[in-house]
């Protein structure tokens, strides 16, 4: 799926863009980063530090989360007019099938649908090895701005 037919923003905006957008909000404070914005994807890193684990010493899973609604959210904000429409999370699962205790873990959101009303994000998070760490699906309400 081409994320830049399903929107007129993908190709106007930068991954500076992006961070600046995040600045002041949990994801800046947990050190989320935008990495790359793709024709059909978004992807980004997490430390994995004292903001991030949780008291056995390994990322937490809420972390996990933030990562892939962050980057879902994102991604999907990149295919509408935000003159016109916005998007918020509706529900968001994730299966943890590995633990990291240092360094990063790196996400990558792909679209499974792109719809008028909804959209469905895949989000995959590896470990520096390039291991799944946690899968996750995100889906998105597509909300109208009021006139």
């Known amino acids: 799926m081409n994320l830049s037919s399903t929107g007129p923003l993908l ?4 991954v500076g863009d992006l961070n600046s957008l995040t600045a002041n909000t949990m ?3 947990i050190g989320i980063e935008i990495t790359g914005i793709g024709e059909d994807y978004l992807t980004g890193r997490m430390p994995v530090d004292e903001r991030t684990v949780q008291p056995y ?9 933030a990562l892939a609604e962050t980057l879902g959210s994102l991604a999907g904000a ?3 007019d935000p003159e016109k429409e916005y998007c918020v999370g509706m529900e968001i699962n994730a299966n943890h099938v590995r ?3 240092s360094g990063y873990v790196y996400g990558k959101a792909t679209p499974i649908h792109i719809g008028s009303r ?5 989000i995959r998070i590896e470990d ?11 889906t998105l ?7």
Not at 11 to 14: I, K, L, M, P, Q
């Open 11 to 14: 190709r106007n905006v930068t």
């Open 27 to 29: 994801s800046e404070k």
């Open 57 to 65: 010493g390994i990322l937490h899973g809420g972390a996990s989360a």
């Open 78 to 80: 990149l295919t509408l």
């Open 99 to 101: 633990s990291v205790r």
């Open 118 to 122: 909804t959209q469905v994000w895949e």
């Open 128 to 138: 520096g090895s390039q291991k799944l760490v946690c899968i996750s699906r995100l």
């Open 141 to 147: 309400a597509v909300i109208p701005r009021p006139k």
